[in-house]
């Protein structure tokens, strides 16, 4: 199984980052990796899910909410056309070290048959589209400003 993991410290409050996060609604403002998110926040909801890896065009899928836990992480689950060809799992984690200190935490696994191929191509992609996420969480989360996403 290959594991792509990125992190990257904040200096906001967890709710402040976790609002940012947890809002599907607001994905098409800001967040550069998931454009678009029909919204769920029940675990077991399968739901629509706009991907855009770098250097690769917009896809979707339609992941299983495998599970939310507020003020801490949400992961959910893709398959390409059936168990075991290829399974993407993709976490957000939020870490706190202090009240205005955390670490947000992303990891995507990949198995399934095509994982080998999917690593040799696409790995690239897939860190650089988490990283652009990292920034996207900071620049955001750090300003203080999530209201203004709604207006």
């Known amino acids: 199984m290959k594991e792509i993991r990125t992190e990257i410290a904040l200096e906001a409050p967890i709710e402040r980052i976790w609002e940012l996060l947890s809002d599907f609604s607001l994905y098409p403002h800001w967040n550069p990796l998931f454009e678009k998110v029909t919204q769920s926040a029940v675990s077991g909801d399968i739901f629509e899910l706009v991907v855009h890896l770098p250097e690769i065009g917009p896809f979707t899928v339609k992941p299983k909410l495998l599970k939310l836990e507020p003020k801490s992480k949400f992961w959910w689950q893709s398959k390409l056309l059936f168990d075991g060809l290829l399974t993407w799992t993709f976490c957000c984690e939020l870490e706190v070290h202090s009240p205005d200190r955390l670490k947000f935490i992303q990891r995507s696994q990949f198995k399934g048959l095509l994982a080998p191929i999917f690593d040799f191509g696409m790995t690239t992609s897939v860190t650089s589209g988490m990283e652009q996420l990292n920034q ?16």
């Open 136 to 151: 996207a969480v900071q620049r955001w989360g750090e300003k203080g400003n999530v209201q203004c996403l709604r207006c």
